[in-house]
């Protein structure tokens, strides 16, 4: 169910089980991932690049939002405090972060240790300027929409920020 670390071979499976005349092919040639493929499924004129078609294009997008939102649900079924580092990574590519994606995955920053990161230790991480203050929000953001919060000073669900706990 992790989409973004599909092969190409696995999401031109997944397109053969759609059954969208043409799709298959094009995706098999242009040697799209799982990341390239949630990138795609956001940019219909990326897409549109690939499949000219608009029917089966707009298929494909109504396919593709199906899936995105069956893997957002299964991330959020469990607390994001038990994500392992692959989940942390896949919850970036969801939320379009795919610049820190590798840095996530070389530190291994798994669901508590994402919850626990404040300014400083992206800093330390190299997440530069701006995107740390993104990072910080949306952790925010994660941390009330999924109410998983039950770690004693971990997150408020009322609050904006992330307290901290774990220092890089």
Not at 46 to 69: D, H, Q, T, Y
């Amino acid at each position: 169910w992790r989409v973004c670390w599909w092969t190409p071979e696995e999401v031109t499976s997944w397109i053969g089980t759609i059954e969208i005349c043409g799709a298959q092919q094009a995706f098999k040639a242009a040697r799209i991932n799982g990341s390239q493929l949630m990138r795609i499924l956001r940019n219909e004129a990326r897409l549109a690049e690939i499949i000219p078609s608009e029917a089966p294009r707009k298929r494909l997008m109504s396919e593709g939002v199906a899936l995105l939102e069956l893997t957002r649900d299964l991330l959020s079924s469990r607390r994001f405090l038990d994500w392992n580092t692959e989940d942390v990574q896949q919850w970036l590519h969801q939320e379009e972060l795919y610049e820190i994606v590798v840095v996530f995955g070389e530190k291994k920053v798994d669901g508590l240790t994402l919850a626990e990161l404040t300014d400083d230790g992206l800093a330390a991480i190299g997440v530069r300027g701006m995107m740390r203050n993104v990072v910080m929000e949306k952790i925010a953001c994660l941390c009330r929409e999924l109410s998983t919060c039950s770690t004693e000073n971990l997150c408020d669900p009322e609050s904006d920020s992330v307290s901290p706990r774990l220092f890089f």
